[in-house]
């Protein structure tokens, strides 16, 4: 029936700012709290009206693992509120929101949020192996001599931090890797990676300065509040082909045709969603902006075409949906890199 059709009442996201630069020292807690606050404004809805949150986070900070607990804290909502977290790497943000509309559809909750964040500024450095086992042997060492023969025992390669690691844990491959493997499978060329990140950026600015993005992303003003962030500032705006054809290869230096013009770059941002029954948002004078028809996710292998996983999701959603993929007037893709694009495009034709 369509009293029972989930409804998307609002969305909101803030701009997104590359690595390091004007989210510099925000946590992915501020960052949260800064988009659900500002969502809950707009909509004019009481935090504690809210049932549950389902955030997600790919990058996630051992000293704040459920970060939507802490958004909910953060934000006025009832302390009752019901929080968690969610990760499934590109697709945490979709998982957010299925998990959301899965407890409306099953009468588990009336309203929820669902939302994403991350920040590669913010990140969990770890230590070495071995300084770490050594710090916790420390912890139970009984004496002053086997405290001093622990750090006696440490070298100085042991004192410096690991960074985090992009790789795969079981594979050991980053996504550019994938991404150029499936480049040369699919036998997508340098020339065509370079014009999709081109046109991706043009129209990235074109949405800007048409004012399309205005109601999606709100303004960001941060302490000691000198500046405000109003757009992405990882869009490349008058980028050129030239641009583009001279970077070299990112990944596989000698052979690849994978750039940093074709590649996104790291990133920090967090959105939100406001889900609830239609009836119930109608109930409340809020005018719905869309419907969750359908969803899908799909497993692949971990070491080829890794990232072909909107390929192998789009029939199933689709076949749920009782539609064909020619019924779809605009299709949104993540872009992770313009080779995985392109492949996943080659593979849609099938």
């Given at each position: 029936m369509a009293a029972d059709r989930i409804a998307i009442v609002s969305g909101l996201r803030t701009p997104f700012a590359r690595q390091s630069s004007f989210y510099f020292e925000q946590t992915p807690v501020d960052l949260g709290r800064i988009v659900v606050s500002e969502l809950l404004a707009r909509s004019g809805l009481d935090p504690k009206q809210v049932d549950r949150v389902v955030y997600g986070m790919v990058s996630i900070l051992p000293e704040m693992g459920n970060i939507a607990r802490e958004i909910v804290l953060a934000t006025g909502m009832d302390v009752h509120t019901d929080g968690y977290t969610v990760t499934r790497a590109c697709a945490t943000g979709f998982q957010s929101t299925v998990s959301i509309a899965q407890a409306i559809q099953c009468g588990e909750i009336?309203?929820?949020?669902?939302?994403?964040?991350?920040?590669?500024?913010?990140?969990?450095?770890?230590?070495?192996?071995?300084?770490?086992?050594?710090l916790v042997k420390l912890q139970k060492a009984k004496n002053f001599k086997?405290?001093?023969?622990?750090?006696?025992?440490?070298?100085?390669?042991?004192?410096?931090?690991?960074?985090?690691?992009?790789?795969?844990?079981?594979?050991?491959?980053?996504?550019?890797?994938?991404?150029?493997?499936?480049?040369?499978?699919?036998?997508?060329?340098?020339e065509e990676q370079d014009k999709m990140g081109l046109r991706s950026h043009n129209n990235a600015q074109k949405a800007w300065e048409s004012g399309k993005l205005d109601d999606e992303v709100m303004h960001v003003n941060i302490p000691p509040f000198r500046d405000t962030l109003t757009r992405d500032n990882n869009v490349r705006f008058d980028a050129k082909i030239e641009n583009f054809q001279k970077l070299k290869p990112a990944f596989d230096k000698k052979h690849g045709t994978v750039t940093?013009?074709?590649?996104?770059?790291?990133?920090?941002g967090a959105s939100a969603v406001l889900l609830m029954r239609e009836d119930k948002a109608k109930a409340m004078g809020l005018e719905p902006i869309g419907y969750i028809k359908s969803y899908a996710f799909a497993a692949l292998e971990a070491d080829w075409?890794?990232?072909?996983g909107p390929s192998y999701a789009t029939p199933i959603a689709l076949d749920r949906a009782g539609m064909e993929l020619s019924d779809i007037d605009l299709?949104?893709?993540?872009?992770?890199?313009?080779?995985q694009v392109l492949a996943n495009m080659k593979m849609w034709e099938s």
């Open positions: 009336e309203i929820g949020i669902s939302g994403g964040v991350d920040t590669t500024t913010v990140v969990p450095i770890q230590l070495s192996r071995n300084l770490a086992n050594t086997q405290r001093l023969d622990l750090l006696q025992s440490l070298k100085a390669a042991d004192l410096a931090p690991a960074p985090p690691s992009p790789k795969e844990f079981s594979t050991g491959l980053t996504m550019g890797d994938t991404a150029e493997q499936m480049a040369k499978t699919w036998g997508i060329s340098r940093a013009g074709t590649s996104s770059p790291l990133t920090d075409d890794m990232l072909a299709v949104e893709v993540h872009e992770a890199f313009a080779a």
